[in-house]
């Protein structure tokens, strides 16, 4: 979800823009360039850039300016840990907002709901689990790769219908869009849940949340 239809104020869009813009260049100053020199990852970094706005543009609208469609952000917060994923996922909505005419001032906005929420509360999940559980794979894909991917979806959905709330009060959202909303994040959790097992198993370059050392030496 996110808001990419209903131009905002330009007292809005500075308010929720300029704190957006501080958080993605720290992100772009904290990435790791060597991480994405890794083989195949650079490679898949930029894949799931255009696939997450392919994935967005597959959606059911609620309302005319309000559509729901599978998220992405917690695979993508998986793969490539919270400042490259945010780096990412902010391209992703600049991509999306290009290609299928969305509002510009909405930049910020969808920054915030989309790449900054999910990527700081998925690097939240994962260091209180690795804090708080033992450190096996079992915690890792389930506790992150499943529950946490439901948890974080459900907060990118319940965030942009609070903020939507706020700016448009009088756009009353539909009773049962929660509801079919953390339907769709109970699902996608499955999804996630199982991609990142395969990754885990196939393709750990492409899980640099994942670390060996912490989940599987000496087991």
């Given amino acids: ?18 704190p957006a813009a501080l958080a993605l260049l720290h992100a772009i100053r904290s990435a790791s360039k060597v991480q994405l020199e890794q083989p195949t ?11 997450l706005a392919l994935i967005w543009r597959m959606r059911v609208p609620v309302m005319p300016d309000l559509h729901l469609h599978l998220s992405g ?3 993508f917060s998986l793969m490539f840990g919270r400042h490259l994923a945010l ?4 391209i992703a909505i600049a991509l999306y907002t290009f290609e299928y005419e969305g509002s510009w001032a909405n930049l910020g906005a969808n ?8 990527c700081w509360f998925s690097d939240l999940l994962l260091k209180k689990t690795q804090q708080y ?9 389930f506790g992150n790769g499943f529950f946490g991917a439901l948890l974080v979806n459900a907060s990118v959905g319940i965030s942009t219908m609070l903020l939507r709330s706020l700016l448009f009060p009088d756009a009353k ?23 990142v097992t395969i990754f885990a198993v ?9 670390d060996d050392n912490v989940y599987l030496r000496g087991k």
């Fill in 87 to 90: 780096t990412g996922i902010s």
């Fill in 73 to 75: 952000v917690a695979l």
């Fill in 1 to 18: 979800m996110g808001n990419f239809y209903s131009p905002l104020s330009p007292l809005w869009a500075i308010l929720l823009g300029a």
């Fill in 111 to 118: 920054i915030l709901l989309l790449a900054i929420i999910p």
């Fill in 133 to 141: 559980l033992p450190h096996h794979m079992f915690v890792y894909l």
């Fill in 173 to 195: 959202l539909p009773a049962d869009a929660i509801a079919y909303m953390l339907l769709l994040a109970w699902g996608e959790a499955f999804l996630v849940g199982f991609l």
């Fill in 202 to 210: 196939y393709r750990p370059a492409w899980l640099l949340t994942f």
């Fill in 41 to 51: 990852v650079f490679s898949a970094w930029c894949a799931s850039i255009i696939l």
